[in-house]
């Protein structure tokens, strides 16, 4: 079972709000990503780090911010949540060197409205 | 860069049959393959990996087959049973230019195993 959790599983708000999807994992693992599912299923990167104070936008552009103050803790962040921005939001974290297998959290599916 | 297709998108069984689901990659520099299996309501587990030193990898129902010449490589699930039913993925992994690594993934596949 892997050790990485995300919080909340699932979020509706309003639009113009303000929200933080929070991801922790155990493992100490220095890689951590953010993807973006859409109902198509496609697995979108929009952040990963690879490890404390480092950040990297993926290959989706997102209007959405990340941080990594503490390895364990890739928090996620939409200043002005909007409609566009409803999806599943799912977490994982590898080891960076050799650095393969990922492990996923159970997801947030967040709803704005 | 690299880029993974996968197909069937969707595949529908009947219980006891095998199923496959094939991959294909453009970078020659990849050199991990991973699968992974999304449940409803779940992030996607890793279920089987393979090298690129290796052909072929089994473990139970599920084997995993790679041609680096063709770059493309293939889940097998023989015997099929309903709690298969779920969202396949297919990755390729590469080393980048920093030491890292990057892996791209497939479009998924969904799997049907029909009672």
């Known amino acids: 079972e892997a050790d990485i959790y995300q919080t909340p599983r699932y979020l509706v708000i309003g639009t113009g709000k303000k929200i933080t999807l929070e991801c922790s994992q155990t493992m100490g693992h220095d890689k951590m990503y953010w993807y973006q599912q859409d109902p198509g299923m496609e697995l979108h990167l929009i952040h990963y780090s690879y490890g404390v104070n480092s950040t990297e936008k993926g290959d989706l552009s997102s209007e959405s911010t990340v941080s990594r103050i503490r390895t364990e803790h890739f928090p996620l962040t939409l200043e002005s949540a909007r409609p566009s921005h409803t999806s599943q939001y799912l977490c994982?974290?590898?080891?960076?060197?050799?650095?393969?297998?990922?492990?996923f959290g159970q997801g947030t599916r967040l709803t704005v409205v | 860069g690299e880029n993974v297709e996968q197909h069937p998108s969707t595949l529908s069984v009947q219980e006891g049959d095998s199923a496959v689901i094939k991959c294909t990659y453009s970078?020659?520099?990849?050199?991990?393959f991973p699968w992974y299996k999304q449940e409803l309501g779940k992030g996607p587990q890793l279920i089987i990996d393979?090298?690129?030193?290796?052909g072929e990898k089994k473990d139970q129902r599920i084997a995993v087959t790679l041609n680096k010449t063709a770059k493309h490589f293939s889940l097998h699930i023989t015997e099929t049973q309903p709690e298969d039913s779920a969202v396949y993925f297919c990755a390729a992994s590469i080393v980048e230019g920093t030491g890292g690594f990057k892996t791209i993934f497939g479009a998924g596949t969904r799997l049907f195993v029909k009672a």
């Open positions: 393979i090298r690129s030193n290796v």
């Open positions: 994982a974290s590898s080891e960076y060197n050799p650095g393969d297998k990922a492990f």
């Open positions: 970078d020659s520099a990849s050199n991990y």
